[in-house]
């Protein structure tokens, strides 16, 4: 579990109280998973009924980044799409402080996540997706990915120094790739807007009849949008597809599932000719980003009780597979 503010009924209570609408906090608990915040689910007690939120705190971004990601999650849920709502206190805020860092509270999603996912999720995921990419278009705010391409530029000679000389050959080779495909003119006219840029599995829930069967399965939401940006859409569906449409061996694209994916998607936005002809690298792209934050966070971890990084290797192998497309 990755909770590195530990936060105690007693650090908040007072402040639930006086400064919401939500009546008296009853539980607080640390979650386990994620290594980005600490998070906690928070049961609160109002009028005899309980109302349940999820309380973050930020141990990265800043107060002056945040509210770009909390308005955009306001502005989706106002649209219908299923994402956490930013809570406003009294005074109609929604970006908090708590024991020195910023803070915030959002509506709890139901249900759970599907780690093995069938082609069913895969396609409620990639409508979904589509979905909100339209409903990201009005958005008024911009803010780049934070973990886009000159992040890469600075992170990748900070982790050169652990890796052999093969994968230094195709780290480097490859952001070369990219600096090129960036600057491309295929790359400027891709259509982009706010992109979510982390929807793996352990981001989505689906709301479920029963956990041992999952045919009946619905989308419960998307939601750890602290890594969203303005990017280009479809470098948010290749993030998506690098990790709901792994095949057994888990690197290669399983076909029924990235058909499902593609195909739902597209039902909703279908793909311009430009986007389908960029698809090859960026989902190279997609992958790269990846196994570089993954080398960043596995050799220069940061303080936090029993925090277990993501295994890099992972996408240094599924980078060498879009690379065989
Ligand atoms: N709005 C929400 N509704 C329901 N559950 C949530 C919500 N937000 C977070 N969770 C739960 O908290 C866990 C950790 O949250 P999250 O994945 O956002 O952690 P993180 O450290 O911020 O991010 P990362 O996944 O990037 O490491 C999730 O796996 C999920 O179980
Ligand atoms: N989804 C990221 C973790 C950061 O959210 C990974 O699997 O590397």
Redesign the pocket.
């Known amino acids: 579990m990755a909770v590195f503010t530990p936060i105690e009924l007693s650090d908040i209570s007072n402040w639930i109280a006086t400064d919401f609408d939500i009546g008296r906090a009853i539980d607080i608990r640390g979650i386990h998973g994620?290594?980005?915040n600490s998070n906690f689910f928070l049961d609160t007690e109002k009028d005899g009924k309980k109302y349940e939120y999820v309380l973050t705190i930020f141990e990265r971004l800043s107060a002056a980044q945040l509210p770009y990601y909390l308005e955009l999650m306001r502005h989706l849920a106002n649209k219908g799409i299923p994402v956490p709502k930013p809570l406003e206190n009294i005074n109609g805020e929604i970006l908090f402080s708590l024991k020195g860092k910023p803070a915030a509270i959002v509506s709890k999603l139901p249900g759970l996540s599907r780690l093995t996912p069938e082609a069913r999720h895969c396609e409620l995921v990639g409508e979904n997706l589509a979905k909100m990419h339209l409903a990201s278009a009005d958005f008024q705010r911009a803010q780049e990915n934070l973990r886009s391409l000159s992040w890469w530029q600075k992170t990748v000679p900070q982790v050169l120094s652990y890796l052999s000389n093969t994968q230094k050959e195709l780290l480097i080779s490859e952001l070369a790739t990219q600096e090129q495909f960036f600057t491309s003119e295929a790359y400027a006219s891709l259509p982009q807007g706010a992109s979510h840029c982390?929807l793996?599995r352990?981001?989505v829930l689906f709301d479920s009849q029963d956990a041992s069967d999952s045919s009946q399965d619905q989308l419960g939401g998307f939601f750890?949008f602290?890594?969203a940006g303005t990017d280009k859409w479809l470098f948010d569906l290749a993030v998506t597809a690098n990790?709901w449409c792994l095949a057994e061996n888990k690197q290669d694209l399983d076909p029924v599932r990235f058909k499902a994916l593609m195909d739902a998607y597209q039902s909703v936005r279908p793909l311009t000719d430009n986007e389908k002809q960029s698809w090859p690298l960026m989902v190279r792209a997609a992958a790269l980003r990846?196994w570089i934050?993954?080398l960043w966070?596995f050799y220069l971890p940061r303080d936090a009780h029993m925090l277990t990084p993501?295994d890099p290797r992972h996408?240094e192998n599924i980078l060498l597979s879009r690379k065989a497309i």
């Open positions: 994620g290594i980005e982390d793996f352990d981001n750890d602290y890594f990790d990846f934050s993954r966070d993501h996408f």
